[in-house]
């Protein structure tokens, strides 16, 4: 029987990133993925590498080591993950004050560039000038999410890391501390485990007995194939619903089955287009407590294609199909890292904001840290998570 380091419970971005970090730090490490073709939120994602977005000392701080290891890690992997720097255009809807709008970004690490529609549309030709009153330009930082996904898993079995398609469907217990994992089909053993699976993350561990404050939201976006017509920036609006959505989640109780279900949603109207030509627009955001609960796709296709239609016009006919995914994210901060203190071996790595930027860094801190490095950034994360079972 092989007994690992660390088994990963989820292998997007955050999974891969934290078990090849762990690797690198000499661990045996098992990550353990549900399906072998990616279906979550790392595939469908933006790509968008937010590090001006931080407002504090450790935000601002991860938001720079972050984009500084976006720049080197298609040479550290030995795979290309597509970074690049893109504008990023937040749109100001014509009914807005442009100059009230840009002094909600005051406060962020870079501030941004308040542009007049005609520059807007000589920097982004397909945008609607009747549409807007002006955007918000920022530098960005973009990659391809699932092609720096499996970069990471390369590099993870090139460390002797081990990868297995299986569903974890339990936590495997010795009084207080855990001791594995149960699959569907197999028992697997480690001095530590940690849940990175996102959006399931709560309820694999709702289902051990442990309740964290970790929750969802339901996305809708459209994915195309390549396209001759040619985005050049993120767009964006200046005004994003999601974070106040999420901000108004719902009691706690609400989130443990058995489940309500009215969901309450918004839309966000954006678009990014990746090397290859395919775009990613979007996107809708849901409250469903229930992560098994299923949305319309065609109405959702619907609202994202008129949306966004008004915003650029071009994309609202354009070939391709509404997908949909978990997205993690908590209201305690950055995000959910940490030992869950009085069950010994398992660790928490969820729940992130500007998880593109944020994960990869943080991912390589913590690993450190459990291999005994200091690191004050991680030890708040830890004393701020909070949990009962």
């Known amino acids: 029987m092989t007994t690992y380091d660390w088994i990963v419970i989820g292998a997007g971005i955050t999974g891969a990133s934290l078990a090849y970090e762990l690797s690198q730090q000499g661990q045996r490490v098992l990550l353990l993925e549900k399906n072998s073709l990616p279906d979550s939120a790392t595939v469908y994602s933006y790509g968008g590498l ?54 909600n970004y005051d406060r962020f690490a870079i501030t941004p560039e308040l542009l007049s529609v005609n520059d807007a549309c000589i920097l982004e030709p397909l945008l609607n000038p009747n549409a807007i009153a002006g955007v918000l ?46 699959t569907q089909d197999n028992l697997y053993y480690a001095a530590n485990t940690v849940v990175c699976a996102g959006g399931l993350s709560r309820s694999l561990l709702h289902q051990a007995g442990i309740r964290v404050k970790n929750y969802f939201t339901h996305a809708q976006l459209i994915i195309t194939p390549p396209v001759d017509l040619e985005l050049a920036t993120i767009v964006m609006p200046a005004l994003q619903q999601r974070f106040t959505l999420e901000a108004k989640a719902g009691l706690e109780e609400a989130w443990n089955p058995p489940y309500q279900e009215p969901i309450k949603s918004i839309l966000d109207p954006g678009a990014v287009q990746f090397l290859d030509g395919s775009l990613c627009i979007g996107q809708i955001s849901a409250i469903a407590t229930n992560p098994e609960a299923e ?55 969820s729940g992130f904001t500007s998880t593109l930027v944020y994960a990869p860094v943080i991912a390589r801190r913590f690993a450190r840290w459990v291999g005994g490095k200091e690191d004050k950034i991680i030890e708040r994360l830890q004393s701020t998570l909070n949990y009962s079972y």
């Open 50 to 103: 937010a590090y001006w977005s931080g407002i504090d000392e450790t935000t601002r701080t991860l938001g720079q080591e972050g984009i500084e290891l976006h720049r080197h890690l298609t040479e550290e992997l030995s795979a290309d993950t597509e970074f690049r720097e893109l504008d990023l255009l937040l749109t100001i809807d014509r009914q807005e004050d442009p100059q009230a709008i840009a002094k």
């Open 137 to 182: 330009k920022l530098p960005h930082g973009h990659i391809h999410p699932q092609k720096t996904t499996n970069a990471y898993l390369q590099a993870l079995e090139r460390n002797r890391g081990k990868i297995l398609y299986e569903q974890v469907v339990d936590l495997l217990r010795q009084e207080t501390k855990v001791i594995g994992v149960k």
């Open 295 to 349: 949305l319309d796709s065609v109405a959702g296709e619907a609202q994202i294609r008129e949306r966004v239609g008004y915003v650029l016009p071009l994309l609202e006919d354009i070939p391709g199909s509404c997908h949909s995914c978990l997205v993690a994210f908590n209201n305690q901060g950055i995000a959910l890292v940490g030992n869950l203190a009085d069950i010994k071996g398992l660790y928490l790595f």
